[in-house]
């Protein structure tokens, strides 16, 4: 008889510090895993924690309830297949990110990871000690290697099993997205088959924390790097996959073949899941925004509506003497379109009073930036009272170029507690919202069609703070500036580098000189979706004071 070996894949969503609810999740996925016959049951890495942890896995209280709720998942699955879940352990005075293997009521294998990723949004040279490189073991009759998450980024950890004895690498994960990770996944995976002349599994976690989304979309692939199995991106999936043993060694048999989006879903849907995710694993069900009438505000709403129902979505329309009439109707238009609660709390009484309030103060001056500033700020105080009266949290609508350049007001437009498009540049913003009105998937809960009028889309954009305002009175044109802010950030080029590209020297300068300034307003910003290489917060990691400027 053919030997086969039964794997089931359990790509979940934990929360982080939630142990208990985290090993529910797991002891169900055991329970279908040994309904259908699995001989392993496989978790993501760090699931019993959560992932990322940051500093919170280094309180010795908290790294101790981790590692005995791993025995006791050993005692609760000791009759059924074995178990693979990753959590911390301490030994010797060190803490590890763990990969623990439970069989018959024990841990019959741990694999410490070797290699601590410290780029990007990590930084686990500073929490962890490096694990020494582990062998393969066995689970009935065959033989794994666990490279854990970034061991298998490098060939050193592969090599090594491979050269021991493993058959089939079974691979760990909790790699957060980023616009194109996957494709950089794919193909350093297929190295590592190529390589091995192995087969190897690569599970992945799902779901939002903080900033981050994980996106699942794990794979399965044969010696050659044919594609056996594919998992859905950016939702919750347990999935069998059966292994052969045949003349060459050990093969997955084909399995499902979940299509993968493309770039503009990926992101929409990544900043969907993190929403939704921030609010629920925070006990949050309902939200609300100041819907302005321009791009950036419908956009907001529409996620939301997708995230959690139009029905716990509130819009405030808050006009000044400076809203347009076709604002007005464009957020009427917007909330309708959505199906969504839409208030007006006009604010030339509020502003009436504080300016009366500082008239003595003021007067003899221009009115200018504190006036413009003024309003923004009543608006957020405003909507900050609705959201401490009603328990609806706040959703703060800046994008990634607005963000960049300091084009907000801090404590006023800028307050919220969370900012889903704070990572998308706004020549994406309006590319996005094309792409919602015309796609709809069942993992949006709200309404299907346009629900972003074209005016929105197509009107220049303004704050609408004085008579006739315009962003570009301001700010370049966006197409120059999100070019130009992408070679500064994601880029990290000089300002030769970008004047050679052929852009104006006093342009780059006012640009570069805005995104260092604007520094302190970042670093008090609500955290949002991270979908680039570079989002702000953990990637990019900058002085708030900083005199240097590129003279280049």
Avoid at 75 to 87: K, M, S, T
Avoid at 463 to 491: C, F, M, N, T
């Amino acid at each position: 008889m053919t030997d086969r070996f039964r794997l089931t894949l359990a790509q979940l969503d934990p929360t982080v510090g939630a142990i208990a609810a985290n090993c529910a999740k797991v002891r169900a996925a055991w329970e279908e895993g040994r309904a259908a016959g699995a001989q392993l049951v496989m978790l993501p890495e760090m699931f019993v924690t959560g992932y990322q942890t940051q500093d919170l896995v280094m309180k010795p209280a908290f790294a101790e309830d981790a590692m005995r709720a791993v025995e006791r998942l050993a005692a609760d699955c000791a009759e059924g297949p074995a178990l693979g879940v990753g959590a911390p352990w301490r030994e010797g005075g060190a803490l590890y990110n763990a990969y623990h293997i439970l069989s018959g009521g024990k841990v019959v294998a741990r694999v410490l990871k070797h290699h601590l990723p410290n780029d990007d949004v990590f930084d686990e040279v500073r929490l962890f000690e490096a694990g020494a490189i582990s062998g393969p073991y066995r689970i009935g009759p065959l033989r794994i290697g666990t490279p854990v998450c970034e061991d298998a980024w490098f060939d050193d950890v592969t090599e090594t099993l491979a050269e021991t004895g493993a058959e089939v690498l079974f691979i760990p994960n909790g790699s957060p997205y980023r616009r194109r990770k996957m494709d950089l996944r794919m193909n350093l995976m297929v190295s590592r088959v190529v390589e091995t002349g192995l087969p190897l599994v690569y599970l992945n976690a799902v779901g939002g924390q903080d900033d981050q989304v994980f996106d699942g979309a794990s794979f399965v692939l044969n010696p050659g790097g044919q594609l056996a199995v594919q998992l859905p991106a950016m939702e919750e999936a347990v999935a069998h996959v059966d292994f052969e043993l045949g003349p060459d060694g050990w093969r997955a048999l084909p399995g499902v073949l979940a299509p993968q989006p493309d770039d503009w879903e990926q992101d929409y849907h990544a900043m969907v899941l993190s929403l939704r995710d921030y609010l629920r694993k925070s006990g949050i069900s309902k939200v609300l925004l100041g819907l302005s009438g321009g791009i950036d505000s419908a956009l907001v709403a529409t996620i939301a509506a997708d995230a959690v129902g139009q029905e716990n979505l509130r819009c405030v329309m808050l006009p000044s003497e400076f809203t347009s009439p076709h604002s007005l109707e464009d957020a009427a238009a917007v909330a309708r379109a959505l199906g969504c609660r839409l208030d007006e709390v006009p604010i030339a009484g509020p502003k009436a009073a504080v300016g009366g309030a500082l008239a003595h103060l003021f007067a003899g001056t221009a009115e200018g930036v504190a006036e413009e500033n003024i309003q923004s700020r009543l608006r957020g105080l405003l909507l900050m009272a609705l959201s401490n009266k009603f328990g609806e949290m706040l959703l703060t609508t800046g994008n990634k170029s607005e963000v960049a350049v300091g084009y907000c007001t801090i404590y006023g437009d800028m307050a919220g507690g969370f900012n889903p498009i704070k990572d998308l540049y706004k020549t994406r913003v309006f590319e996005t919202c094309r792409w919602r009105n015309r796609e709809h998937r069942d993992w949006m809960k709200g309404p299907a069609g346009e629900v972003i009028p074209a005016r929105v889309i197509e009107k220049p954009p303004s704050a609408e703070l004085r008579a006739d305002q315009k962003d570009e009175d301001s700010l370049p044109p966006y197409p120059v500036l999100d070019e130009i802010l992408e070679r500064l950030i994601e880029g990290e080029q000089s300002v030769a580098e970008i004047v050679a590209a052929g852009f104006e020297r006093a342009v780059v300068k006012k640009v570069e000189g805005l995104l260092y300034g604007a520094e302190w307003k970042r670093f008090q910003a609500a955290p949002g979706t991270r979908l680039t290489t570079r989002a702000f917060w953990l990637d990019r990691r900058y002085p708030i004071v900083n005199r240097w400027r590129d003279e280049s």
